[in-house]
């Protein structure tokens, strides 16, 4: 298995493009979510999906998108980007269960918005 | 608002000594708390998960406390290694639950030969 797998590994952007950070897991993991990391800050929960088909909110949601068409892939969209985006984003994946799961992070994604 | 804190200073010990890390929470009541350990450059890896109703729990040289009263969860290394620095995070679970973690900034600890 691949467990989580992100890419790019490292972009670059312009204030106000968008792009898509990709994530694919291949554990059959019904919970996914995506975090952002910044300097001297908690991981923070961006959106997250329950499975197929269903997405909700977390923490920090504002200028990200996201959805949920298969089990294994589960993209976030920054739809005009800003340098207040900068930060390295991180996919996580966890099997169905009771809310205990322990959760399994991707190597990240760096983004840098100028 | 549910917060963690962990120390922000990096815990600098000696290889063989027990290295001994602090999570404390404030305004939550959380059914489950979990550490992670996080290399540069690298997602976080679970470690462990500790409920409420446990006071302890250990895997080898890793040893968790939880203590609701205080609010406060300690992370111990035994026998502490080089190999063992690293980034370590504590996480609760954010309220509405099911996997919606809060993590805490983390603490970085540098063991030295």
């Known amino acids: 298995n691949a467990g989580v797998t992100q890419t790019p590994k490292f972009q670059v952007l312009k204030t106000g493009q968008s792009m898509t950070l990709q994530c694919a897991q291949d554990?059959?993991?019904?919970?996914m979510s995506w975090y952002r990391q910044d300097p001297g800050m908690g991981l923070r929960l961006i959106h997250y999906s329950v499975g197929a088909g269903i997405t909700d909110q977390g923490e920090v949601p504002n200028g990200y998108n996201v959805s949920r068409s298969t089990t294994e892939d589960f993209p976030l969209r920054l739809l005009s980007a800003a340098p207040s985006q900068t930060s390295v984003y991180f996919c996580a994946s966890s099997p169905p269960g009771q809310g205990l799961e322990t959760q399994y992070f991707g190597p990240g994604t760096r983004l840098l918005v100028l | 608002s549910q917060k963690i804190e962990q120390n922000s200073e990096a815990l600098n010990i000696q290889e063989g000594k027990t290295a001994t890390l602090t999570c404390n929470y404030t305004?939550?009541?959380?059914?489950?708390l979990q550490w992670y350990r996080q290399d540069p450059g690298r997602g976080p890896v679970f470690l462990l998960l500790i409920r409420e109703n446990e006071k302890e729990k250990r895997k080898e040289r890793l040893k968790v406390t939880f203590d609701t009263t205080l609010k406060q969860s300690l992370f111990h290394i035994t026998a502490s290694q080089p190999a063992d620095s690293a980034t370590y995070l504590c996480a609760l679970p954010l309220s509405g639950g099911y996997n919606k973690l809060i993590f805490g900034a983390g603490t970085r600890l540098a063991v030295h030969p």
């Open positions: 305004n939550y009541s959380p059914a489950y």
């Open positions: 554990m059959n993991h019904e919970y």
